[in-house]
């Protein structure tokens, strides 16, 4: 069965520090990979996506996350961190096979000023 | 704004009743996706809509039903309300089956059962 683990409920880090939000998955076949933000009182966001090509994608407000294969993961990154990206950070996978995204349970990012 | 429309926003119903959320999806997309949203259990996939067919099933109760109109709005109703019901639920968005695009998310009903 599909699944996203995101083994951190929450991660702490300094304004200007890089940040690293984490995921891993279990998929069978090719593996479409999301990450979407959610700020308080509303809905998802899309932040980017993995489908193919590059293991390292980047996407909107200066994340990045990068792909590797040997060790499903899918971590998110942030080469410096701002107050305003506080917020719940969604890891998803989506196989063409069921037609399903397929959420984790969230990590909830802290940047302290 | 994702062009994702649910309504109502809020809702405070009791326990027993029935309740009827509505999404409206983004212009052109033809598949609408519900997931549950509770305090303790992230985000949970309900169920999927294409183009007014079931087309995949989550882990929604036999107390919630939902379906896709030939406008391609969706409703998701939820009867015999629990306690545990209360919780955010969320509709989103895609534009095609097969196609792996993103999702595009409602700002969400919150529903409350007292």
């Known amino acids: 069965a599909q699944s996203v683990a995101q083994p951190e409920d929450q991660v702490n880090v300094a304004e200007g520090n890089p940040l690293t939000v984490k995921c891993t998955y279990s998929?069978?076949?090719?593996?479409?990979l999301f990450w979407y933000v959610q700020y308080p009182n509303r809905g998802l966001q899309f932040l980017l996506k993995y489908i193919t090509g590059d293991n390292l994608v980047k996407g909107s407000y200066g994340f990045e996350a990068e792909f590797n294969k040997s060790q499903t993961s899918f971590h998110l990154k942030k080469p410096s961190a701002l107050v305003s990206d506080s917020a719940l950070y969604f890891c998803?996978?989506?196989?063409?096979?069921?037609?399903?995204?397929?959420f984790g349970t969230g990590t909830r990012l802290k940047v302290l000023a | 704004d994702s062009g994702v429309t649910q309504t109502p926003k809020h809702l405070i119903t009791a326990t027993g009743q029935r309740v009827t959320l509505r999404c409206s999806p983004r212009s052109g997309d033809l598949s609408v996706y519900w997931y549950q949203q509770s305090l303790d259990q992230g985000l949970q996939f309900l169920i999927q809509?294409?183009?007014?067919?079931?087309?995949a099933k989550g882990n929604i109760l036999e107390r919630f039903s939902a379906q896709q109109f030939p406008d391609l709005h969706s409703e998701l109703n939820l009867s015999s309300l629990e306690l545990g019901d209360s919780a955010l639920y969320f509709c989103a968005s895609s534009a095609q089956l097969g196609v792996t695009g993103e999702l595009f998310f409602g700002e969400g009903s919150r529903l409350t059962v007292l």
């Open positions: 998929v069978s076949g090719n593996p479409y």
């Open positions: 998803a996978v989506f196989t063409s096979g069921t037609y399903k995204y397929i």
């Open positions: 809509y294409y183009n007014g067919e079931e087309r």
